[in-house]
């Protein structure tokens, strides 16, 4: 490559990291539906690489602002391995009270 066409490219990328993250997804290029899904995979690296204890929508909206700044490329994202998933057990909440939780009831006249 010559000297001209990467300063070019070094400027474009300056230019596209000082873009609102609103102006760059008005402005892309890329296919939006493949662009979420990869977003959320790259958002859980970035969470995992940060070590990030910030709101999941903060991870997000960071992932999706390198990947529109072409800090990473969709197609390196794509070759990630899926990540595991976690096994939770579900806070269950009872539809009905317990025994022992239920009122005692008042015992009826003529008993």
Not at 52 to 60: H, I, K, L
Not at 66 to 74: P, R, T
Not at 80 to 107: F, S, Y
Request: net charge positive; hydrophobic share 30%.
């Amino acid at each position: 490559m010559t000297e001209k066409k990467k300063k070019s490219e070094a400027a474009v990328a300056e230019k596209k990291e000082n873009l609102p993250l609103t102006q760059l997804l008005l402005d892309c290029p890329k296919d939006k539906y493949r662009l979420v899904s990869l977003a959320i995979r790259w958002a859980q690296e970035v969470k995992k690489r940060d070590q990030s204890t910030e709101a999941p929508v903060e991870v997000v909206n960071k992932s999706l602002k390198e990947i529109l700044s072409d800090q990473v490329k969709l197609d390196d994202i794509e070759k990630l391995p899926p990540v595991p998933k976690t096994e939770k057990k579900p806070d269950l909440i009872p539809l009905t009270p317990k025994p022992e939780d239920k009122p005692e009831e008042a015992p009826k006249k003529g008993e």
